[in-house]
């Protein structure tokens, strides 16, 4: 079926728009394949707004006399509602939207379409490779090599097709490790301490099963990260007794008697529906018109969403101390390793590595961590916080990670090169995007569709010049220094910017933030070091020459 | 100094409140202060905790290590100090106990304390705020408006300041004779005047109706009031009490008006809980933040219970109410409570600073809090237990109302020209005692005091070191697009003031300041216009002439200017041993401290990283168990930097 067959009623007349805090508008809608189209009708300077159909998580309908109101509620939270003359049009256009929507083809998705005249197709696409990666790493070079025995994903079918091993394990050996680890997700290098060598590995959970099975290889292989060092630290992302429970079901956990070098910490996580369940309340909550500071409090509570951020920066300062303080390697795993295991992975990163605090060192974070390690972002990014749908394998593990990272920045606020900006933005291309980053489970997927030859790349387009300029923070001062997030309830807030994007009060910091920004130009061009419209440099060195004549004039 | 029996205890055990962190030092017992000094000479942090600001103190049981002091401050410092001898302990708490309870107002900070300036220097200090000026700038008196010499001598109301404005049709007798119909002869005047549609906000206190009784005094000046407004037929009386309490009220023959015998009055009531309501609300509250380990589901649930930021709500909700009554529907309003000197401060203030962006000025918000918290006898004295220990007077009434407007500083961060180290430094000295401002509960008292000829006045402080409070993206433009703040009172606007009650907990605070940063950029941009400025007039005088210029070598490398060193976030610690500076240097010290510059020093956790108190976990538990020596002294890492 074409995708334009989903199409009954392709324009509308005379529909008024309302969004939060605008006037109504009236203008014609329009639909197609991947867009929903609304502009006003005033011939110059007219207005218009863009939606992809993909964007939209849920709709409402609501007959009133002979038009219809149509609720529009976006994955990137916001809400709109069409008011269409004619009941007929009206349903026509909802049930269009419903389909297309919910499109499950990922060949079919827009980012497939999307070709703008500035961007070409050849050449390659994203940022790094662990190939790139590893040589551009000089601490690895000594004791890690680049293993491309999952060149054809027949090892594991969601890591990519080179990944980061110790030099003295073989293949063979992985091989045999992959097979005693669920999904086949066998340990792998994920970060290097710049400095004093610790790695943070990622794997998930071994298979042990309930009678204790062990495999010698997959000891080998964690003895060999350690290499000597006395300890290591696995850090399991579930409580110990959901540890023991997993055993029944052919999961389990590394026992002290066979791994004698490591020791377990349990650190309790929530997963899948929990946390997606969790958005839905305290999306929920933010627009709760009964304005009562009890039940505010109660509901942002019930959903703990804000204990989910609480856990995650807890165990990623837990990572951190391991190998930055006590200066011993981790290895992170919770069940199948595609979720917690990375958001505390490339949290700890942040908090250690100033290299993934620059705009182009985060993209290239996300892109190693989360896109080349298989989270399974078409699956967990499927609806968003306003969907009925019954919940499948949808899970805002990513959406936790970039509420995570904005606390960090809460605290830090000169580390990172990047602003708040950026992690809206990626907040919404995660769900709803024109480019093929974010399409697909892992790799593997990713290469059957031909996504990198027919799509293209989220981060390379963000690293253009002057898109890059709206995402820099314009206070950034790059340190070398761990930043450790305090997390204190008191200190860890809601991500305002987020869940009260389409209010007033956004408005406001919005233009806060464009004052900050000016203070900050207007202190660059005069004083700043390597301008050459610097001001105050100028007038002195106009000004020497005449001092010195005036000195030598004195001395005559 | 009679009272101290040992000025100077050493080995003394600093622990830290949210951690099992401690530091050694020594601790010294001043008249006026005591004082911690960390025995450590790389870091030598001092604390200086003066003796007003303590609320309580407690000496827990003796352990093995000595003898425990808690020291719990009004500025919501909490010390926990072990004292190696039980005797020494006992000789500082029984001094302490006698200095901090001063039996007489010679005895406060205030009386003693010199910034060495000559009389005229005091003298003007006390003249910055002229609240004459101030109703003047309203556009009063007017054709309506008057003012009365009746209270010249406190005569009609002891509370109250003696210059009042009332509306020319108000005679004398229609005065005396309300004032006596109400509770504590507070009768009803004006507070502050909306020029654009000459509507009136006046405050007082309860009616003495009881069950029926009436004033016809009283209701002839309602009526003046509202013959004043030409725009509105009528007035809006707000009782800012819940109605339960008011009813209650008129079993002792006070009460709220019957709107059956005032002609054109809207009664409303708001619901703004008592003083004893909000005392024990800040209790639980403070229970529940200064909590070890805390996690997050109680925390969440701990400050709904406390209902702190419920009653935060009500108070703006009420001032919402009044700035609507008065800009949308020019209707004057006339506020009051039980004695009118609590709720109704709270909500006359703040809704004249919703209305008027003077009062969201640095200058404009001391006169504020001068005209409707201290000269109409907010009794500071005794909300902030500067003197007489009846607890039960004690209440955050004016803490609420720096927090209320801490809540519209975050929804409106261009509206104001302070940042919230304004507010907070002016609650320091609240309760300080320091300077003569805030002391004693009325003007009358502070004339018998003769506070503007023996202490100072905190105004002329503050505006010393204005630099320090700016805010730096405040724009009066936005004030004049905003000339009225119309606040969201959605419920998730309403946050925990982390800054006012973790001043001191450092480990809570963000590492790094974007207000600090942003403030030295302005500043520097500031000195910097300066010096081009003074250069071109250098150029001039050479006779060159200095538009078009072009670069005629290459600028060469210039390293930022210093950042100025008033700046309170990133004031270095030279000059903490002045006893006069040191209460600034005591809020923004540590700051300051965690600031310094992370490049050069050999010790690495630099950046405000106590640590410990974290968060990370119970892991000590599990992390560092027995038989893993290596791991044994793990720390867990609050909010720092490490390299």
């Known amino acids: ?556 | 100094m009679e009272h101290i029996r040992t000025p100077k205890v050493e080995q003394v055990k600093l622990l830290d409140r949210f951690s099992n962190k401690s530091v050694i030092g020594t601790l010294h017992l001043t008249a006026t202060h005591l004082i911690f000094v960390e025995s450590n000479s790389t870091s030598a942090q001092e604390i200086w905790i003066l003796h007003h600001h303590i609320a309580s103190m407690e000496k827990l049981s003796l352990t093995t290590s000595g003898c425990p002091l808690l020291i719990q401050c009004r500025n919501f410092r909490l010390v926990h100090f072990v004292i190696p001898r039980e005797r020494d302990c006992h000789d500082i708490y029984s001094s302490l106990l006698r200095l901090l309870r001063p039996v007489s107002y010679d005895e406060l900070y205030a009386f003693s304390y010199n910034p060495k300036q000559n009389d005229q220097q005091r003298e003007e200090g006390w003249q910055l705020i002229d609240l004459a000026a101030e109703f003047e700038r309203m556009g009063v008196p007017c054709d309506q408006w008057q003012l009365t010499d009746v209270n010249r001598e406190y005569k009609v109301c002891e509370t109250y300041p003696r210059d009042l404005y009332v509306p020319i049709t108000a005679s004398k007798p229609i005065i005396v004779g309300s004032s006596k119909f109400r509770s504590k002869g507070r009768f009803p005047v004006l507070t502050y005047f909306y020029q654009e549609k000459k509507a009136a906000v006046c405050r007082c206190s309860q009616p003495l109706s009881g069950f029926s009784a009436r004033c016809l005094e009283d209701e002839h000046m309602l009526q003046a009031i509202s013959k004043a407004n030409h725009n509105s037929r009528y007035i809006y009386v707000m009782d800012t009490r819940p109605k339960l309490n008011a009813l209650a009220n008129r079993a002792a023959g006070k009460g709220y008006e019957n709107e059956d015998n005032y002609s054109n009055i809207r009664f409303q009531f708001v619901g703004i809980e008592n003083i004893h309501v909000m005392r024990g609300s800040l209790q639980k509250l403070l229970e529940v933040v200064g909590t070890r380990s805390l996690s997050m589901t109680d925390y969440l649930v701990g400050l709904e219970n406390s209902g702190w930021l419920r009653h935060i709500k009500a108070i703006m909700d009420a001032a919402i109410f009044l700035a609507k009554a008065v800009t949308v529907e020019g209707a004057s309003v006339l506020v009051h409570c039980s004695d009118g000197w609590d709720r109704t401060a709270q909500v006359c203030a703040l809704g004249s600073l919703l209305m008027d962006p003077y009062y969201r000025t640095i200058k404009g918000f001391m006169v504020l809090i001068e005209k409707d918290w201290i000269s109409f006898g907010h009794k500071f004295a005794d909300r902030c237990d500067q003197l007489d220990p009846d607890q039960k007077e004690v209440s955050p009434i004016f803490t609420q109302f720096l927090e209320c407007v801490w809540q519209l500083t975050e929804q409106f961060p261009q509206a104001f020209e302070f940042s919230e180290w304004f507010l907070i430094q002016i609650h320091e000295h609240v309760h300080s005692c320091q300077f003569g401002n805030f002391l004693g509960n009325s003007q009358r008292q502070r004339e018998v005091l003769q506070l503007k000829e023996r202490t100072y006045s905190l105004w002329a402080h503050l505006l010393s070191e204005k630099q320090n409070y700016m805010n730096p993206v405040y724009s009066p433009s936005f004030a004049e697009s905003h000339p009225v703040l119309e606040p969201s009172t959605q419920a998730c606007h309403f946050k925990f003031w982390r800054n006012m009650y973790h001043q001191y907990d450092r480990s809570m605070h963000p590492r790094q300041s974007i207000l600090k940063q942003v403030l030295t950029f302005k500043e520097s941009n500031r000195e910097l216009e300066g010096t081009v400025q003074a250069l071109k007039t250098k150029l001039q005088k050479f006779g060159v002439s200095t538009s078009p210029l072009k670069p005629q070598t290459p600028p060469r490398d210039r390293s930022l200017p210093p950042r100025p060193q008033s700046l309170i976030l990133g004031a270095p610690l030279l000059s903490r041993k002045e006893v006069q500076q040191e209460e600034d240097e005591e809020v923004f010290g540590e700051e300051a401290r965690e600031d310094a510059p992370a490049s050069t020093d050999g010790e690495r956790t630099v950046e405000g990283s106590s640590a410990t108190e974290n968060g990370y976990g119970e892991l000590t538990g599990s992390f560092g168990s027995k038989n893993e020596p290596a791991v044994v002294t793990l720390e867990f890492g609050v909010a720092r930097m490490t390299c």
């Open chain 1, 1 to 556: 079926m074409e995708l334009s067959e989903h199409i009954k009623t392709a324009n509308v007349e005379d529909v008024t728009l309302r969004r939060p805090f605008h006037p109504a508008l009236r203008g014609t809608l329009c639909v197609t394949s991947h867009h929903l189209l609304f502009s006003d009708r005033k011939d110059e300077a007219s207005w218009q707004l863009l939606i992809l159909l993909k964007n939209i998580d849920a709709i409402e309908k609501r007959a009133v006399g002979s038009s219809g109101t149509i609720t529009i509620k976006c994955k990137d939270l916001l809400v709109l509602q069409l008011e269409i003359p004619g009941m007929e049009e009206c349903l026509n256009i909802a049930s269009s939207i419903e389909a297309l929507s919910s499109l499950e083809s990922v060949t079919e998705m827009y980012p497939f379409f999307y070709r703008p005249s500035h961007l070409t197709l050849n050449g390659p696409w994203g940022l790094s490779s662990t190939e790139q990666y590893y040589k551009q790493t000089e601490r690895l070079w000594d004791r890690w090599r680049v293993s491309t025995l999952n060149s054809d994903y027949s090892v594991c079918p969601s890591y990519p097709s080179a990944v980061i091993m110790p030099r003295e394990v073989d293949d063979d050996k992985l091989i045999r490790s992959a097979r005693f680890r669920q999904g086949g997700r066998f340990p792998v290098l994920s970060y290097c301490h710049h400095r004093n060598g610790m790695v943070i590995m990622r794997s998930s959970q071994p298979l042990t099963g309930a009678n204790k099975k062990r495999c010698k290889e997959d000891e080998l292989l964690l003895q060999a990260v350690i290499d000597g060092s006395e300890l290591g630290y696995i850090i399991d992302l579930r409580s110990a007794q959901q540890a023991q429970q997993a055993r029944m079901t052919g999961g389990g956990f590394e026992s002290k008697s066979f791994y004698s070098h490591w020791k377990r910490i349990h650190r309790h996580h929530e997963r899948g529906k929990v946390v997606q369940e969790s958005l839905i309340k305290l999306v929920e909550a933010c627009s709760d018109p009964s304005h009562s500071v009890d039940r505010w409090l109660s509901k942002l509570e019930n959903s703990k969403w804000l204990s989910h951020v609480h856990s995650a920066l807890s165990t990623a300062g837990l990572v951190v101390e391991c190998v930055e303080r006590d200066g011993h390697s981790v290895l992170v795993h919770g069940s199948e390793g595609t979720d917690n295991t990375l958001l505390v992975s490339s949290l700890a990163q942040l908090i250690l590595d100033p290299a993934s605090r620059t705009v182009t060192g985060f993209l290239c974070l996300l892109e190693r961590e989360w896109i080349q390690a298989g989270h399974p972002f078409q699956q967990r990014c499927a609806h968003s916080a306003y969907s009925h749908a019954r919940l499948k394998q949808e899970c805002p593990i990513f959406l936790l990670l970039l509420d995570c990272v904005w606390q960090v920045w809460r605290q830090f606020p000169l580390a990172l090169e990047f602003s708040e900006a950026l992690l809206l933005r990626l907040a919404q291309e995660v769900y709803a995007s024109n480019y093929g980053t974010f399409l697909c489970n892992s790799e593997q997927e990713r290469c059957a569709a031909g996504v990198k030859e027919n799509t293209h790349c989220l981060f390379q387009s963000l690293l253009r010049p002057d898109i890059e300029e709206q995402y820099l923070n314009p206070l950034y001062e790059p340190t070398d220094l761990a930043i450790w997030p305090s997390v204190h309830p008191q200190s860890l807030q809601l991500w305002t910017g987020l869940f009260l994007r389409w209010t007033e009060y956004a408005q406001n910091m919005e233009e806060a933030r464009e004052e900050v920004w000016s203070i900050v130009k207007e202190h660059h061009e005069q004083a700043g070091p390597d301008r050459t419209n610097n001001t105050l440099s100028t007038h002195c060195d106009t000004l020497t020459p005449f001092e010195n004549l005036m000195d030598e004039l004195t001395i005559l």
